[in-house]
């Protein structure tokens, strides 16, 4: 099966398209797992299956994690699968992506830019703090789409200069926390400037930090223009991976708008061969 492998700001994927490969449905999650394992496949945070659109999109995005859970949705591979749409002529310069948090709508802005509006926030709590080990985490919880993608949005100071494994036991920690039953992506970020962040996430589905996380962007960014803290147009936030950029429209205590805007990047496209996958591996 023929495969593209993209990322977004460092948020990477392998993509198959379900129109032509004709896969069943109930191998999709150990395809994933498999053809995600860095050190014994291809690699990737995520696998996106493009399938038929049931709902009035251009095409259906499938998503999942690289442990193979399925993911509700993914805002840096939503704009890599808009690039996909139109670079394989599946869709024009805008694109609307079905996705199981609901319907997503692309932009192509530049032949590597893209954006997207995300999901809107369905819940939205700016006081959520948590306890771990004896001592509360400020943080807010926030959930995108429906059924919604879950976000706990964490500030942590002195960001960049954070011990890995510390922050990293602090993150599994949270994303495991009983107080969010669905488990939650937890952000970790500092303001560095005007209209500026610095972010990390831990995701999950990877069980570990990504480079960059959009919808984790998106729910900050959310959370802090509810604040006052930042103006919701154009805000930077650099991750690992590079710059996204989040606009959110603001209505009164809602958020009515979530725009991220970020490169994309075709790394490879070429032929699934792994011999792991077939019916008798092991053998």
């Known amino acids: 099966m023929k495969f ?20 069943p449905l109930e191998q999709l999650p150990r395809i994933a797992k498999v053809l995600c394992e860095r050190h014994l496949s ?33 805002g840096n591979g939503a704009r890599c699968i808009c690039r996909y749409g139109f670079e394989t002529g599946l869709t024009g310069e805008t694109q609307r992506i079905e996705t ?8 192509r802005i530049s032949p590597r830019l893209y954006r997207i509006r995300l999901n809107d926030p369905t819940t939205i ?41 510390e922050l990293r036991e602090l993150g599994r920690a949270i994303r495991w926390h009983s107080g969010f039953p669905k488990g939650a992506n937890v952000n970790f970020y500092e303001i560095t400037g005007e209209d500026t962040l610095y972010e990390r996430t831990f995701e999950r589905g990877v069980e570990d930090f990504t480079y960059a996380c959009g919808t984790g962007t998106g729910s900050v960014v959310a959370v802090l223009t509810l ?9 930077k936030v650099h991750m690992a991976g590079g710059e996204l950029v989040i606009d959110a429209e603001r209505i009164h205590s809602q958020i009515a708008d979530l725009y991220l805007t970020g490169p994309t990047n075709i790394v490879c496209k070429g032929e699934v061969t792994d011999e792991e996958l077939s019916l008798n591996a092991g053998e």
């Open 4 to 23: 593209w492998k993209m990322n977004g700001a460092g948020n990477d994927f392998l993509i198959l398209n379900n129109l032509e490969e004709h896969l």
């Open 100 to 107: 199981t948090a609901g319907l997503v709508t692309g932009m």
């Open 125 to 165: 709590r700016l006081d959520c703090s948590v306890e771990v080990d004896g001592v509360r985490y400020e943080c807010a919880y926030v959930e995108l789409g429906n059924p919604g993608i879950p976000h706990a949005v964490v500030p942590y100071a002195n960001l960049r200069q954070a011990d890995h494994e």
């Open 42 to 74: 291809i690699g990737a945070d995520g696998l996106m299956v493009v399938d038929a659109p049931t709902k009035g999109g251009d095409f259906k995005m499938r998503f999942f994690n690289s442990d193979g859970s399925m993911g509700e949705m993914c």
């Open 227 to 235: 604040q006052g803290k930042v103006s919701g147009h154009g805000v």
